[in-house]
């Protein structure tokens, strides 16, 4: 007997990316949306799809929002995706022929696809960019829920119990403007600082300030692009891989500036 599959998306102002992504999971179960104040057309977007259940509370963090939406669904397994991913024809396949039986594993890892300025990026260490978003909602014997942990930015799930990786890819539709990309690096390296600064990784010391604010990035930089090939992705790997070391600045920056004003 199929078990029962629940998807876990939380919103706020994504009537650009929300159509196609619900349009990826219809059969699924349920889903669950969770929006945060929405004052596009988000809502009557999730509201026109079959299945779709709409919740709306104030904004939590990323953890804290994403653990409110798996804990309103209501299957034997939790599919948790942002706004702007979708699942390829042959994931959403594979993911409905793996619940059509006992899954071997508790959680599984989806292979994801990133985009950049609508370009497909293979190199510099961004594919298979695997992120663990299907799992068990309630896990056997005893163990705790798979949950998000808590922290301002990039968070991940823990989970107790067999892990594995499916074959195909979820695709993230992550930055279609160089515009897009660079708000978003200016508030995720604000989050990221405050990581920085509650790991202790950063001081006042001028050769510390160099590592993190000029070493740190160049070494990115070189890395990716020159010795995991992201030059092989063009003119929009050149951009990501620069922007992308210039976020590892700012977020250093951004932590220095906040230590010193102490």
């Known amino acids: 007997m199929p078990q029962k599959l629940s998807v876990a998306i939380i919103t706020l102002n994504e009537e650009a990316n929300l159509r196609r992504t619900l349009a990826s999971v219809q059969f699924a179960d349920e889903v669950i949306v969770l929006d945060s104040g929405s004052t596009d057309s988000t809502l009557e977007i999730a509201g026109s799809f079959k299945n779709t259940k709409v919740f709306c509370e104030e904004w939590k963090g990323f953890s804290q929002q994403k653990n409110s939406a798996i804990e309103k669904c209501s299957g034997t397994w939790v599919l948790s995706l942002d706004a702007d991913e979708e699942l390829s024809p042959e994931l959403q396949t594979e993911i409905r022929l793996l619940l059509i039986g006992e899954p071997r594993a508790d959680a599984y890892l989806l292979r994801r696809r990133n985009l950049f300025l609508g370009r497909w990026i293979r190199y510099g260490g961004y594919y298979p960019d695997a992120k663990l978003r299907l ?10 829920p798979a949950r998000f942990t808590e922290r301002p930015v990039h968070e991940t799930i823990t989970f107790e119990g067999k892990l594995e990786t499916l074959h195909h890819d979820l695709i993230h539709h992550a930055y279609p403007t ?23 990784k950063t001081s006042r010391s001028w050769m510390a300030f160099y590592w993190n604010i000029v070493a740190v990035p160049t070494f990115t930089f070189t890395w990716n692009y020159f010795f995991r090939l992201g030059f092989l992705d ?8 620069l922007y992308h070391s210039t976020y590892t600045s700012w977020k250093y920056a951004k932590a220095w500036q906040t230590i010193s004003k102490r």
């Open 135 to 144: 799992f068990r909602h309630h896990a056997a014997n005893f163990a705790p």
């Open 178 to 200: 160089i515009e897009s990309y660079i708000e978003h690096m200016d508030r995720y390296s604000t989050l990221g600082a405050q990581i920085v600064i509650e790991r202790g």
């Open 234 to 241: 063009g003119r929009e790997g050149l951009l990501l891989h």
